[in-house]
């Protein structure tokens, strides 16, 4: 799974619907038999898809991820860009681009803060199916 | 043949056998990446958005999706067999093993739009006793309605067993929220013909939809809420005490005097 889709994924129990806690799901309990493992996948580079769903990440979100994940050295604020192609904003959009879609999250575990209900991620396919008891 | 959804749920049906069987095909593969590409033909969309796949089994319909546009795309399904299948394939797409009938599991406004290719006629069944069609449906179109940035596009073909099927699933999208309707391919053909259900969250003009020509045929709730707004006083009571009768509710007799003005004595 991308940083970036981590940063989109809530809770799905439906008792969590409406609760601020249900996002974003944390990654900070691993579980002994199931050890957090990042891989890079190279992505073909595209600054106006980076672009385009910029603004839609939430980053304080995205920070509490990262941190997470063993990565603190992001900024306190969301970068601004405008132009996509200008040359002093490319080094930039390489890093988002390298951080968002090119990190893979093969496996570890997810937890919901507010239901602390915990989603496996194994060959980086997340398990979002729920036992019987959750989905009413 | 028979249909799928009724000899088994979907991720008994699509086993690993199954899987396999169903991606090697080259008559499935030519007939997905049509549907696939129809679907996206009427959506219209520019380059380089962020697309849910929903039920993208092995990942046919995402290839398209990342060749065409170079789309970003996270595909569910329920079937880990498939979804096995699809990291064989290496598929570029995020994969999520989900129950589409619980909720699409992101927050609001996480995509530009939705793609469904034979998927959405498994919600019309229900696969253990506790799950109710319905309810699945709801929840299915509610999360998709939120999910989906304002002005956000849906396209899900789908196998309808019958008309309710197509109308239960009509009405689940129009009460989410969603406008739009049914776009019928081959509507003569009894073995070609193919539904596309086209939907829109929020305000779109309809121009941003490429329709070529067909028309989305809008009827299904539109009527209704037409004939409420003209019906006049008497109506509206006889209505209503029709409605209370039916529910068992005990109510006055109709007589002439029904839904008359009384006397200014009064």
Same mark, same amino acid.
């Given at each position: 799974m991308k940083i970036l889709t981590a940063n989109f994924?809530?809770?799905?129990?439906? %008792?969590? @619907?409406?609760? #601020?806690?249900c996002f974003p799901l944390h990654f900070d309990q691993q579980t &002994?038999?199931? &050890?957090l493992e990042l891989a890079h996948e190279d992505?073909?580079?595209? &600054?106006?898809?980076?672009?385009?769903?910029? #603004? *839609?990440? /939430?980053?304080?979100?995205?920070?509490?991820?990262? *941190?997470?994940? @063993?990565? %603190?050295?992001l900024p306190d604020t969301?970068?601004?860009?405008?132009? #996509?192609? %200008? &040359? /002093?904003?490319?080094?930039?959009? *390489?890093?988002?681009? %390298?951080?968002?879609? /090119?990190?893979?999250i093969i496996q570890g575990s997810m937890r919901c803060a507010n239901c602390g209900h915990i989603y496996f991620i194994r060959d980086s396919i997340p398990n979002f199916l729920l036992p019987g008891h959750l989905v009413q | 043949m028979s249909r799928p959804e009724i000899s088994a749920p979907p991720e008994v049906f699509y086993s690993d056998i199954e899987s396999k069987k169903y991606t090697s095909s080259s008559r499935i593969q030519h007939i997905q990446a049509s549907m696939t590409l129809r679907a996206l033909d009427v959506l219209a969309l520019p380059p380089h958005q962020h697309i849910l796949d929903i039920g993208c089994g092995s990942g046919l319909s995402g290839e398209i999706l990342s060749q065409e546009g170079g789309h970003v795309w996270v595909g569910m399904?329920?079937?880990?067999?498939?979804?096995?299948?699809?990291?064989?394939?290496?598929?570029?797409?995020?994969?999520?093993?989900?129950?589409?009938?619980?909720?699409?599991p992101f927050r609001a406004g996480t995509f530009d739009a939705v793609i469904s290719i034979s998927a959405i006629q498994w919600l019309c069944n229900a696969d253990s006793s506790n799950a109710d069609p319905r309810k699945r449906l709801a929840r299915f179109f509610d999360s998709l309605y939120a999910a989906l940035k304002r002005g956000g596009k849906v396209?899900? !073909?789908?196998?309808?067993?019958?008309?309710? !099927?197509?109308?239960?699933?009509?009405?689940?999208?129009?009460?989410?929220?969603?406008?739009?309707?049914?776009?019928?391919?081959?509507e003569e053909s009894k073995k070609n013909k193919k539904y596309y259900l086209i939907l829109t969250a929020g305000n779109v003009n309809s121009n941003d939809i490429n329709l070529g020509?067909?028309?989305?045929?809008?009827?299904?709730?539109? =009527?209704?809420?037409?004939?409420?707004?003209?019906?006049? =006083?008497?109506?509206?009571?006889? =209505?209503?005490?029709d409605l209370m009768r039916k529910r068992g509710k005990l109510v006055a007799l109709d007589s002439q005097f029904t839904g008359r003005k009384r006397k200014p004595r009064f």
């Open positions: 994924v809530q809770c799905t129990v439906k %008792a969590c @619907g409406s609760s #601020p806690d &002994p038999d199931l &050890p992505v073909d580079f595209s &600054p106006e898809f980076i672009c385009n769903v910029l #603004p *839609r990440i /939430e980053w304080p979100a995205l920070l509490t991820t990262a *941190r997470e994940l @063993g990565n %603190a050295q969301k970068p601004d860009i405008e132009n #996509p192609n %200008a &040359p /002093e904003n490319e080094q930039l959009l *390489r890093d988002l681009h %390298a951080l968002l879609l /090119e990190t893979q | 399904d329920i079937s880990p067999s498939m979804l096995a299948v699809a990291l064989d394939r290496d598929v570029e797409g995020d994969l999520f093993l989900a129950d589409m009938g619980n909720g699409v396209a899900c !073909q789908f196998y309808p067993r019958d008309e309710s !099927q197509t109308e239960s699933i009509l009405n689940a999208a129009k009460s989410a929220g969603f406008s739009g309707g049914l776009v019928i391919d081959d020509g067909v028309k989305i045929d809008k009827s299904a709730v539109m =009527r209704p809420k037409r004939a409420k707004k003209e019906e006049s =006083r008497k109506e509206y009571i006889l =209505r209503k005490k």
